[in-house]
Nanobody
Framework: QAQFVESGGGSVQPGGSLRLSCAAS????????IAWYRQAPEKQRELVAHITSGGSTYYVDSVKGRFTVSSDSAKNTAYLYMTNLKPEDTAAYYCNLRPPREKYWGQGTQVTVSS
């Protein structure tokens, strides 16, 4: 069954860093856009960043300069390196295609930024 599996979340203090990983099983990266999304409590899921098969990237304004998205097609894995984390980055983080496919949503990985 094709799915994404996210990992690497945790609890950090403001200003801290985390690297999230997104492993794909049964989904080929080569011809897709891989995106990171997040959902904070009582808020809608939002797009955070994406990377295309050609290496082009996109970031939502609130994370520009702090987050870096990358991928390794040989490993079928995408990454989100997050630095200078802020309390407002607290959310469950997910990866999926862009546009997302409902059947590919995984469990996500929780990121909590708090002092």
């Amino acid at each position: 069954q094709a799915q994404f599996v996210e990992s690497g979340g945790g609890s950090v203090q403001p200003g801290g860093s985390l690297r999230l990983s997104c492993a794909a099983s049964g989904i080929t990266f080569s011809f897709d856009i891989i995106a990171w999304y997040r959902q904070a409590p009582e808020k809608q899921r939002e797009l955070v960043a994406h990377i295309t098969s050609g290496g082009s990237t996109y970031y939502v304004d609130s994370v520009k300069g702090r987050f870096t998205v990358s991928s390794d097609s040989a490993k079928n894995t995408a990454y989100l390196y997050m630095t200078n984390l802020k309390p407002e980055d607290t959310a469950a983080y997910y990866c999926n295609l862009r546009p997302p496919r409902e059947k590919y949503w995984g469990q996500g990985t929780q990121v909590t930024v708090s002092s």
